[in-house]
């Protein structure tokens, strides 16, 4: 048996022979396909999303100065639906004045 096979002959033990089957291609005619109105949408482009509604989020932090001593609980409200971009965010700003930060609770402010 010879390895010695043309790029034909590949093709031909591969895929069969099926001559001619390259060279026949049939284009939809164009009186066959119905006739379709594209019109743009008005409304798409005066689409916005509702004014007034972003979403919240409340997160209440326990702050203070003194390791295990006194604390107090502060309020921020982050205006993302990631809770945690929320308590970084958060975080971020109770380190400007308190030195020990613990995480209380995240909450979704309802509208």
Same mark, same amino acid.
């Given at each position: 048996?010879?390895?010695?096979?043309?790029?034909?002959?590949?093709?031909?033990?591969?895929?069969?022979?099926?001559?001619?089957?390259?060279?026949?291609?049939?284009?939809?005619?164009?009186?066959?396909?119905?006739?379709?109105?594209?019109?743009?949408?008005?409304?798409?482009? +005066?689409?916005?999303?509702?004014?007034?509604?972003?979403?919240?989020?409340?997160?209440?932090?326990?702050?203070?100065?003194?390791?295990?001593?006194?604390?107090?609980?502060?309020?921020?409200?982050?205006?993302?639906?990631?809770?945690?971009?929320?308590?970084?965010?958060?975080? +971020?700003?109770?380190? +400007?004045?308190?030195?020990?930060?613990?995480?209380?609770?995240? +909450?979704?402010?309802?509208?």
């Amino acid at each position: 048996m010879t390895t010695d096979l043309t790029e034909d002959e590949m093709r031909q033990a591969l895929f069969g022979s099926t001559p001619g089957a390259e060279s026949v291609r049939v284009a939809p005619k164009q009186e066959d396909l119905p006739t379709v109105g594209v019109r743009p949408p008005a409304s798409a482009a +005066k689409r916005r999303a509702p004014p007034g509604f972003t979403p919240r989020l409340r997160v209440t932090l326990r702050v203070g100065n003194e390791f295990e001593g006194e604390t107090e609980l502060i309020v921020h409200e982050a205006d993302t639906m990631s809770t945690l971009q929320a308590e970084q965010d958060a975080t +971020k700003a109770a380190r +400007k004045k308190f030195r020990y930060v613990e995480l209380v609770s995240i +909450k979704p402010i309802g509208q």
